[in-house]
């Protein structure tokens, strides 16, 4: 089955305590990105991924890292968490096919940072 | 800087009632509209993608259209298992960046 996905689903931790979310998708597609979702707000890029080893920063990137070493894998890292990072993460990929960027999203990360 | 907003945030209909939400754009040219289903706890699930002016994509009991300005998603005799958030999101020419509004909470009482 052709999917995103994400883990863990839920994570409480304290701040400070370096974390990571990994995102992993089986469709070989080249484009993965990773949002915030906050009430009111709606989703927000944190980073965005064209391809291997070529990443670079959304709208809302501070607090946050990425890696694309391999094409089917982006981790989102928090060096040092803090509350205000409290919220629900997706992760998404795409086949730019045509310069169309239609994402297919993972089933979310529920962060809270205490 | 790309703008999405739609309308209403929240949206109660009674089953077999039908209606319409509003997405309403601003972007320096227009790659692509996309509608998005969002159910609690889950991740958004793609809809339809819309690339012009005057196109119309239907599932269902949804039908997304587009102007130049603004897109409709038209719920037709909505059933409860139609309750969902629904995302609009715009990627503008020459970008691969989506910009998402707020969304629009639809809820279908039996």
């Known amino acids: 089955e052709a999917q995103v996905t994400q883990n863990p689903r839920y994570l409480i931790t304290v701040t400070g305590k370096k974390l990571t979310v990994t995102c992993s998708q089986n469709?070989?597609?080249?484009?993965m990105s990773w949002y915030r979702q906050d009430p009111g707000l709606g989703l927000r890029q944190i980073y965005y991924?064209?391809?291997?080893?070529?990443?670079d920063k959304g709208d809302v990137p501070e607090g946050y890292k990425v890696s694309r070493k391999e094409k089917r894998n982006f981790p989102l890292i928090l060096e040092s968490p803090s509350p205000n990072q409290t919220s629900l993460y997706f992760c998404?990929?795409?086949?730019?096919?045509?310069?169309?960027?239609?994402?297919?999203f993972g089933p979310g990360t529920r962060l809270t940072v205490l | 800087e790309d703008q999405v907003t739609q309308s209403p945030e929240a949206l109660r209909l009674q089953e077999g009632e039908s209606s319409s939400l509003n997405c309403s754009y601003t972007?320096?040219?227009?790659?692509?509209l996309f509608w998005y289903r969002q159910d609690p706890g889950k991740g958004p699930e793609f809809l339809f993608t819309?690339?012009?002016a005057g196109e119309e994509k239907e599932k269902e009991r949804l039908k997304a259209t587009l102007t130049k300005k603004e897109s409709f998603l038209h719920i037709t005799a909505p059933k409860p298992e139609d309750s969902a958030t629904y995302l609009c999101a715009v990627q503008a020419e020459y970008d691969y960046k989506l910009s998402f509004g707020a969304g629009t909470t639809v809820t279908v009482r039996a």
């Open positions: 819309l690339y012009s």
């Open positions: 998404a990929s795409s086949f730019i096919s045509g310069g169309i960027n239609e994402q297919f």
């Open positions: 972007v320096s040219g227009l790659r692509g």
């Open positions: 991924s064209m391809n291997v080893e070529v990443t």
């Open positions: 469709m070989n597609h080249e484009y």
